[in-house]
T-cell receptor, first 113, second 112 residues
Framework: DTGVSQNPRHKITKRGQNVTFRCDPI?????LYWYRQTLGQGPEFLTYFQNEAQLEKSRLLSDRFSAERPKGSFSTLEIQRTEQGDSAMYLC???????????FGDGTRLSIL | GENVEQHPSTLSVQEGDSAVIKCTYS??????FPWYKQELGKRPQLIID?????GEKKDQRIAVTLNKTAKHFSLHITETQPEDSAVYFCAASITGGFKTIFGAGTRLFVKA
């Protein structure tokens, strides 16, 4: 099953450190999404790529967050100067173009000490 | 801004009974409404979706209804089984289909 793959699965870091997560989407999907999910809540939209172009960013995404998808394949999400409030599950999803189902990865759980 | 409200937050049913989860959305431009099931510690998985040009869709024990005028849609699970126990999320996708707003989720317990 060549589904959406995310690495690492878990990341524990100290406050103030930078972290980077990776997402490998389903190969034929040109759309890629990043979400943040906290306990008891639904996924919150962070940003979206169509191929290599980042087309939309949520107001939730502060200047400390940056995402890239350099060749329109895998994507990285970087958080600089992490804060306690950044602790969450970071989910990646991909889809075909149009109103199509999004396929999620298992997520990266970030814990800030 | 866009918003999706989901009710109830928790639902407990006896095995074999039906379960209904309701959602309302705010953006009248929304045209795609997926439902996801998320088991503890696992990824959200699509269980059914509906587009704005139809009012109802059914897949075995699962059905979804959409009322565009009232801007609400519902998930119906019949003959519930213990393995249906999970958190269910509704979502609405605005025009273009790229930004999806999720509800807060419904935790469904099916008692054997």
């Amino acid at each position: 099953d060549t589904g959406v793959s995310q690495n690492p699965r878990h990341k524990i870091t100290k406050r103030g450190q930078n972290v980077t997560f990776r997402c490998d989407p389903i190969s034929e999907h040109n759309r890629l999404y990043w979400y943040r999910q906290t306990l008891g809540q639904g996924p919150e939209f962070l940003t979206y790529f169509q191929n290599e172009a980042q087309l939309e960013k949520s107001r939730l995404l502060s200047d400390r967050f940056s995402a890239e998808r350099p060749k329109g394949s895998f994507s990285t999400l970087e958080i600089q100067r992490t804060e306690q409030g950044d602790s969450a599950m970071y989910l990646c999803a991909s889809s075909l173009e149009g109103p199509q189902p999004q396929h999620f990865g298992d997520g990266t759980r970030l814990s800030i000490l | 801004g866009e918003n999706v409200e989901q009710h109830p937050s928790t639902l407990s049913v006896q095995e074999g009974d039906s379960a209904v989860i309701k959602c309302t959305y705010s953006d009248s431009a929304s045209n795609y409404f997926p439902w996801y099931k998320q088991e503890l510690g696992k990824r959200p998985q699509l269980i059914i979706d509906i587009r704005s040009n139809v009012g109802e869709k059914k897949d075995q024990r699962i059905a979804v209804t959409l009322n565009k005028t009232a801007k609400h849609f519902s998930l119906h699970i019949t003959e519930t089984q213990p393995e249906d126990s999970a958190v269910y999320f509704c979502a609405a996708s605005i025009t273009g289909g790229f930004k999806t707003i999720f509800g807060a989720g419904t935790r469904l317990f099916v008692k054997a």
